[in-house]
C-alpha cells in the first residue's frame, strides 16, 4: 500500500525494526524513553511495542524509575524469541557460539581444525551450535568471520592464503545447509567490531589488530566500520617492508606478516634452534623443531624463557613499525592488539609501545593509547553477534545502504 509515493508497510517495518533496535541497545527501557530516543510518537511506539508484545518478541520487566507521579513500565526483548549463530573460522580452529535476542552468549563450541578439512570443522561448530537449541526454528541468522577477501556479492571467498582456497561460494554453501540467512565478514573487523561496542564505545576512531599466524587490523572511523572502496581496508598484513631490498634487485620483499606473524615465529625458532639457550622449547617439543607452533613460543616467552623473549621481542619491534603506520594512515585514537601474539602479555605491549614512542612524534603518541584486547579469542565472536544484530535490526529503507562493501548477507 502506498501514500503519496510513500510505501507504507516499508515505513511500518522501518519503524518497527527501529524500535527493535533502540530497544536491543538500551537493554531495559520505558514507552516514553523509547519515543524520545526515536522521535516517534508514543502512541505509534506504544502501538509497535503492542504488535511486538503479541507476537512474542517483547516482554515487560517492571516499572522504571520515575520524577514524580505514576512509575513507567519498562520493557525488553524476549530473549528466547530468537537466536543467532556467531562464527570466528581461523586457521587452526572454528570457535561458534549461540546468542539469544539480548545478546547473551548462552553456548559455546571449538572445533579442531586438521589438515586441509576446513569445511568439516565449521559444519560440525555450526552443527552443535544448532542442535543446542530447542526449537531449531527460532534460528535467524548465521554470522561468520572468515580469512581473506570476500566477494560481496555472491559471499565467496575469492582467495585465501589462511585456508589455501580460491573462489570457495561458502555463502552459498552454508545456506544450502542450514536454509537460513548468512553474513559473512572478516574477523578482524568483527573482532574490531566487538571489542569496541562491548568495551570501547565511547571511542570514535580504534584499530584493532589481529596478530595470528596473520597479521590484519579492523578499523572504526568515526563509529563506523570501515571497509574502503574495493573492501581491503584494514589488510594490513599485506603491507610491504621496503627495507628488507634496499638495492631494488629481484628479490622479494617480505610483508608485515611475513615479518611478524606466527609465521615469522615459528620460521625465526627453526632458524635458531641450534642456539644454547634454546632449553623450554626443545623440551616442549621434544627437541623436534618442526614440531614448534605458535603456542609453544608464546607460553616460552611468558615463562621468561631468553630464546622465546628474543623472537617475540624480534616480532615486537616489526609490529611497531607497522602500527606507526597504522596510525598515520587511519590516525585512531586506540589501538588495540589482539590474537595469539597479544597472548604474550606486557612483554609484548611494553616493547610495541615503546619503539613505537621512538618511531612516533610526541605530539602523536601523546594522543594515542594502545591496549591489548580484553575479549581476546571471543572478539571476533561477539563482533559476529553484533553485526548479525545490525543486520536484523536494519531498516528495510535503508537496507540497500553498504551493499558494495566487502561483507555479504544473505536474503
Not at 520487566?61 to 549463530?85: F, M
Not at 572511523?221 to 638495492?247: C, H, M, Q, Y
Not at 616489526?318 to 589482539?338: D, E, F, K, M, Q
Request: proline share 1%; glycine share 10%.
Amino acid at each position: 500500500m502506498t501514500k503519496g509515493g510513500i510505501d507504507l508497510r516499508a515505513l511500518s517495518n522501518a519503524n518497527r525494526n527501529y524500535v527493535l533496535k533502540h530497544i536491543h541497545e538500551a537493554k531495559n527501557i520505558s514507552r516514553t524513553e523509547l519515543a524520545k530516543a526515536t522521535g516517534l510518537s508514543l502512541s505509534a511506539v506504544s502501538r509497535i511495542i503492542k504488535q511486538l508484545m503479541e507476537e512474542g518478541y517483547v516482554i515487560e520487566t517492571g516499572e522504571g524509575s520515575s520524577s514524580g507521579g505514576r512509575r513507567p513500565i519498562t520493557i525488553c526483548l524476549n530473549g528466547e524469541a530468537g537466536y543467532i549463530i556467531g562464527v570466528d573460522f581461523g586457521r587452526f580452529k572454528v570457535h561458534a557460539g549461540v546468542f539469544d535476542l539480548c545478546g547473551e552468549l548462552c553456548f559455546q563450541y571449538e572445533s579442531a581444525v586438521h589438515g586441509k578439512e576446513y569445511l568439516e570443522a565449521l559444519y560440525e561448530a555450526i552443527d552443535n551450535c544448532k542442535e543446542s537449541l530447542r526449537d531449531p526454528s527460532k534460528l535467524l541468522i548465521i554470522y561468520c568471520g572468515v580469512r581473506g577477501f570476500i566477494d560481496n556479492a555472491s559471499g565467496t571467498i575469492l582467495y585465501s592464503t589462511t585456508f589455501g582456497w580460491s573462489n570457495i561460494a561458502l555463502r552459498k554453501l552454508l545456506m544450502e545447509r542450514y536454509a537460513v540467512t548468512v553474513g559473512m565478514d572478516i574477523n578482524a573487523r568483527l573482532a574490531a567490531l566487538g571489542e569496541w561496542k562491548r568495551l570501547y564505545d565511547d571511542v570514535n576512531d580504534m584499530v584493532y589488530v589481529t596478530t595470528s599466524w596473520g597479521i590484519c587490523a579492523g578499523v572504526i572511523s568515526k563509529r563506523e566500520l570501515f571497509r574502503g572502496g574495493w573492501g581491503v581496508a584494514g589488510e594490513i598484513g599485506n603491507t610491504i617492508n621496503f627495507s628488507d631490498d634496499p638495492s631494488g634487485d629481484s628479490e622479494r620483499c617480505l610483508n608485515l606478516e611475513e615479518r611478524c606473524g606466527g609465521q615469522m615465529l615459528i620460521r625465526r625458532a627453526r632458524e635458531l634452534w641450534e642456539q644454547t639457550d634454546n632449553v623450554l622449547l626443545k623440551r616442549l617439543t621434544g627437541n623436534a623443531a618442526e614440531k614448534v607452533a605458535v603456542e609453544d613460543i608464546i607460553a616460552a616467552a611468558k615463562a621468561s624463557d631468553a630464546f622465546a623473549v628474543r623472537i617475540v621481542n624480534e616480532a615486537a619491534e616489526t609490529l611497531a613499525r607497522g602500527l606507526v603506520n597504522v596510525v598515520y594512515t587511519y590516525n585512531p585514537s586506540l589501538i588495540v592488539i589482539g590474537g595469539l601474539l597479544a597472548e604474550a602479555g606486557e612483554l609484548l605491549l611494553n616493547q610495541v609501545w615503546a619503539k613505537m614512542k621512538e618511531l612516533l612524534p610526541e605530539l602523536l603518541w601523546r594522543q594515542l593509547e594502545v591496549e591489548l584486547s580484553i575479549l581476546g579469542g571471543r572478539a571476533s565472536l561477539f563482533g559476529a553477534a553484533e553485526a548479525a544484530f545490525q543486520y536484523l535490526f536494519s531498516s528495510p529503507i535503508e537496507m540497500g545502504k553498504g551493499r558494495d562493501n566487502i561483507a555479504s548477507y544473505g536474503s
